[in-house]
């Protein structure tokens, strides 16, 4: 199981993103798949879980309206669209593959049981 995210950077505030993963190694489809942050000195913080198909999402509350996850299945590849930066939106930005059952709060990070190595993001003027 491999998961290689990309598209993190430096942006102004208000800026925005795309976070792109692509899954190999299994059946991504079959999987609901997350973003996890961990802001410097902070810990892990979920961000958005979307589930196998594409069908359900969730979203912290924080970043609700500003930051939408996706996923194109016939590629492998998980998104997310993060626009309207702010400062405390600088994190490393993980990919994750999610084994638990559908919930609203996703912060038992033992139910994600791959990771990919994180995609820095910095939103700084």
């Known amino acids: 199981v491999q998961l290689v995210e990309s598209g993190g950077g430096t942006v102004q505030p208000g800026g925005s993103l795309t976070l792109s993963c692509v899954a190999s190694?299994?059946?991504?489809?079959?999987?609901?798949m997350g973003w996890v942050r961990q802001s410097p000195g902070k810990g892990l913080e979920w961000v958005s879980v979307?589930?196998?198909?594409?069908?359900?999402?969730y979203t912290k509350a924080p970043v609700v309206g500003r930051f939408t996850v996706s996923r194109d299945n016939a590629k492998n590849t998980l998104y997310l669209q993060m626009n309207n930066l702010k400062p405390e939106d600088t994190a490393l930005y993980y990919c994750?593959?999610?084994?638990?059952?559908?919930?609203?709060?996703?912060?038992?990070?033992?139910?994600?049981?791959?990771w990919g190595q994180g995609t820095q993001v910095t939103v700084s003027s």
């Open positions: 994750a593959r999610y084994v638990g059952r559908p919930k609203t709060d996703y912060s038992d990070y033992s139910d994600f049981d791959y």
């Open positions: 190694g299994f059946t991504s489809s079959s999987y609901a």
């Open positions: 979307i589930n196998a198909h594409g069908g359900a999402r």
